[in-house]
Each structure stands twice: as C-alpha cells, then as structure tokens.
Nanobody
Framework: QVQLVESGGDLVQPGGSLRLSCAASGSNFNNYVMGWYRQAPGKPRELVATIGSGGRANYADSVKGRFTISRDNVKNLGYLQMDSLKPEDTAVYYC???????????WGQGTQVTVSS
C-alpha cells in the first residue's frame, strides 16, 4: 500500500509558474508508474502527464511544452513543473501511481491550482 501527499497548489497569474510535489510512502516507489491528473469543476478527471520509473514521460497535448513531469526514486518524490500557466489550467491536481506488475492504483488527496488575474 502506498500513500501519496500532494503539495504546491496555489493561486497564480496567467503566464506564471508553479511546481507541484507528490510525496510517496509505504512502498517501493520504483515499482510504480507515476502520473498527474487534474479535474476542473464540472469536468471529468483528465490525464496530464505520466512518467515511468526509468524517467520516460508522456504528456497530454494541452500541456506539452509547458509542463514537465519528473521523479526522484531515492527520495520517493514526484514533481510537476508548470510554466506558462493559463486560466484553463485551473483545476484540482491529483498525484497517481499504478503498480507496474499488479496494476493497483493509488491517489493523493489533490491540490488546488487556480490561474487567474
């Protein structure tokens, strides 16, 4: 069982930057693919980016070139660097991991990101 705690959400102006962090505990972080999802009010949760234990990353088209996902397998931390933020990036952002063998999913509690002037 792995526990995830996100942090770093805030109110930021359009064009600004934020870095979200995800602290994982309770299991071997190397055994999980990590991802960030987001959910805006009235919309379904959507995938933002994923990263494998070896560092291979994938991004939603809407954030390519603006967001960067990374992880530190020694410190059991994941990150989402968000640059050139837009109002449409406003959402609750969730950290997610999936076990690479068993497929078990785990979610964090979410952190609010608001992009507004």
């Amino acid at each position: 069982q792995v526990q995830l705690v996100e942090s770093g959400g805030d109110l930021v102006q359009p064009g600004g930057s934020l870095r979200l962090s995800c602290a994982a505990s309770g299991s071997n972080f190397n055994n999980y693919v990590m991802g960030w999802y987001r959910q805006a009010p009235g919309k379904p949760r959507e995938l933002v980016a994923t990263i494998g234990s070896g560092g291979r990353a994938n991004y939603a088209d809407s954030v390519k070139g603006r967001f960067t996902i990374s992880r530190d397998n020694v410190k059991n931390l994941g990150y989402l660097q968000m640059d050139s933020l837009k109002p449409e990036d406003t959402a609750v952002y969730y950290c997610h991991v999936r076990h690479i063998v068993w497929g078990a999913d785990h979610w964090g509690q979410g952190t609010q990101v608001t992009v507004s002037s």
